[in-house]
């Protein structure tokens, strides 16, 4: 398996433009995490599915994220309208088993906001 | 109100020495604890856990110990080798995995 595979790698955009992030997860892991790492507030929880189905999205920022999971293999987080605040390093993450085992999280994407 | 701690930003040791990372923690509904490694440019990687009904784990130079009375943690490697180098989270999970700041190590040769 080739892990958990977020794309794009790095993202730079101007302010007010809509940003895509995509994720895919390892193949039967039945939960994904998005995170998102700032030097202020460390590695905070945005949002996550069970089994495709969004369980807890308390810790999406405001009304400009949202995320989905339309299939078992995919997920996005979206910011629409971007704002250089949003700048940091995503995080997605998959699990299986509750992640007793730990999740395994992909390589991140650095969003610059500019 | 930040419910997993780790007070130490860095440690730094000298190869061959013991490493011990630190954690404390708030909420006592966590019910298994878990640590991972972080290098540049790269996601976390996962480590070892324990689960809050045992007080030590162990996994080759990883040896991960839970005193859940004094709802701490602490994560020691032995012995420490430059390759063990990186920023190391802890984390708590109730239903989902809530993270420390990082500890920065520093194992030099």
Redesign the interface.
């Known amino acids: 398996d080739a892990g958990v595979i977020q794309s794009p790698r790095h993202e730079v955009t101007e302010m007010g433009q809509e940003v895509t992030l995509r994720c895919k997860p390892i193949s039967g892991h039945n939960s994904l995490f998005w995170y998102r790492q700032t030097m202020m507030r460390g590695l905070e929880l945005l949002i996550y599915f069970n089994n495709n189905v969004p369980i807890d999205d308390s810790g999406m920022p405001e009304d400009r994220f949202s995320a989905k999971m339309p299939n078992a293999s995919f997920s996005t987080l979206k910011i629409q309208p971007s704002e250089p605040r949003d700048s940091a390093v995503y995080f997605c993450a998959s699990s299986s088993q509750g992640g007793v085992y730990g999740y395994t999280f992909g390589s991140g994407t650095r969003l610059t906001v500019v | 109100d930040q419910q997993v701690k780790q007070n130490s930003p860095s440690l730094s040791v000298q190869e061959g020495r013991i490493s011990i990372l630190n954690c404390d923690y708030t909420n006592s509904m966590f019910d298994?604890f878990?640590w991972?490694k972080k290098y540049p440019?790269?996601?976390?990687?996962?480590?070892i856990?324990i689960s809050s009904i045992k007080d030590k784990n162990e996994d080759g130079r990883f040896t991960v110990f839970l005193n859940k009375s004094a709802k701490h943690l602490s994560l020691h490697i032995v012995p420490s080798q430059p390759g063990d180098s990186a920023v190391y989270?802890c984390a708590a999970?109730a239903?989902?995995?809530?993270?420390?700041?990082?500890t920065t190590l520093t194992v030099k040769p």
């Open positions: 298994y878990l991972y440019a790269e996601g976390p990687t996962f480590l856990s989270f999970n239903g989902k995995s809530t993270f420390g700041d990082g």
